[in-house]
Nanobody, 125 residues
Framework: VQLQACGGGLVQAGGSLRLSCLGS????????IGWFRQAPGKEREGVSY????????YYADSVKGRFTISSGNAKNTVYLQMNSLKPEDTAVYYC???????????????????WGKGTQVTVSS
């Protein structure tokens, strides 16, 4: 399983970006997928997850209502649509895959087995 996050860039506050997690060797039907981010000097945090066992999604409070995670039709792609971006969203964003779990609330970075290289998102004020 190999993952690659792409779609980052520089955007003004209030703008939008769509990140893509492109995978090889897996389908979104078989793995739970998570988006994580890490800003300079801060710990990595979980942003959004999608759990294939129950189809449920999770969003961190800081992005709820602004970000949307979804699976692509190709079944090896997961998107993170990010709207109303804020400067505090600036970070390197990573996607990761792990075994599905009974509840989306059990997903975390420790449950992810595969990680892709990150993509930089910079939001200017």
């Amino acid at each position: 399983v190999q993952l690659q996050a792409c779609g980052g860039g520089l955007v003004q506050a209030g703008g939008s970006l769509r990140l893509s997690c492109l995978g090889s060797g897996f389908t979104t039907d078989d793995y739970a997928i998570g988006w994580f981010r890490q800003a300079p000097g801060k710990e990595r945090e979980g942003v959004s997850y999608i759990n294939t066992n129950d189809g449920n999604t999770y969003y961190a409070d800081s992005v709820k209502g602004r970000f949307t995670i979804s699976s692509g039709n190709a079944k090896n792609t997961v998107y993170l649509q990010m709207n109303s971006l804020k400067p505090e969203d600036t970070a390197v964003y990573y996607c990761a895959a792990g075994d599905p779990v009974d509840s989306v609330y059990l997903l975390a970075d420790l449950t992810m087995d595969y990680w892709g290289k990150g993509t930089q998102v910079t939001v200017s004020s």
